[in-house]
Structures are given as structure tokens and as C-alpha cells.
């Protein structure tokens, strides 16, 4: 059982949840930030409609991130590949030769981008409980 928690493998999992959990920092306070600014500018700016329209843009970026996340863990560009095998053989079989590469890019992204969007949609849990507790 030591030898699953030794150092070398926790170290490169915590500094991947940190960098996500960064980004993740990043967007949301982008999303506080732009929000505030375009409701201020607007003239329309009140603490309960602040705290329901944030709790609505981290859902719909959560859940976008999540699907589009999930599309490249999947292999979306896969299907892409084969349709263009149809079409254009010569090209597809060039493609196909740095295939493994891609596919294990676009998976450590994929997973990248579904724990983002979990943790959005986390924070848009937190933000909408916070509204109907504190307001």
C-alpha cells in the first residue's frame, strides 16, 4: 500500500489539480470582473441579480467545457479521420502515422477539461446556495 503513495506519484497529481484549479480561479474571476463591469456600465447593478446571472454563466461554461472536454477524452477527431478516409485516403493515412501522440494529448486535455467543468459547476452550486442563504 506505501508504494501507491509514495512522493513521485502524488507530486505530478497535485500539481495537475492545482494548475486546473488555476485556471478554473482564472475564469471565474474573469466571469466576476466582466460581470460586474457589463451590470455597472448597464446601469443595472443589485447584489441578487449579480449573484443569479454569475450562478448562471459558471453552469453554462461548465457544462460546455464539460461536453467539449469529453468530445476530445473521447476522440472526436477520430470520426473526423475517418470521414476524411473517405474522401482523400492519401491525406488521412498521413494523419493517421502521428495518431497514438494526439490521442494521448487530446486525452490528458480531455480530462483537464472535465475537472474544470466539474469545479465550475461546483462553484455555480456554491454561488446559487450562497444567494438564497445570505440574500
Not at 41 to 63: C, D, H, K, V
Not at 78 to 86: I, N, V
Not at 96 to 107: I, L, P, V
Request: proline share 2%; glycine share 8%.
Amino acid at each position: 500500500m506505501r508504494e501507491y503513495f509514495k512522493k513521485e506519484y502524488i507530486k505530478p497529481v497535485l500539481r495537475f489539480f492545482v494548475r486546473v484549479g488555476a485556471v478554473v480561479g482564472v475564469i471565474f474571476l474573469l466571469d466576476v470582473i466582466g460581470l460586474w463591469t457589463f451590470l455597472s456600465y448597464q446601469g443595472l447593478w443589485n447584489l441578487p441579480r449579480f449573484t443569479e446571472l454569475l450562478a448562471l454563466i459558471l453552469l453554462l461554461e461548465g457544462s460546455v467545457i464539460g461536453v467539449i472536454g469529453a468530445f476530445m477524452f473521447y476522440g472526436y477527431s477520430e470520426y473526423a479521420l475517418m470521414r476524411q478516409a473517405a474522401l482523400w485516403p492519401s491525406l488521412a493515412g498521413e494523419q493517421a502515422r502521428g495518431w497514438k501522440e494526439r490521442r494521448m494529448s487530446q486525452q490528458k486535455w480531455g480530462v483537464a477539461m472535465v475537472i474544470a467543468a466539474v469545479l465550475l459547476i461546483l462553484l455555480f452550486l456554491v454561488v446559487s446556495t450562497s444567494t438564497s442563504i445570505f440574500i
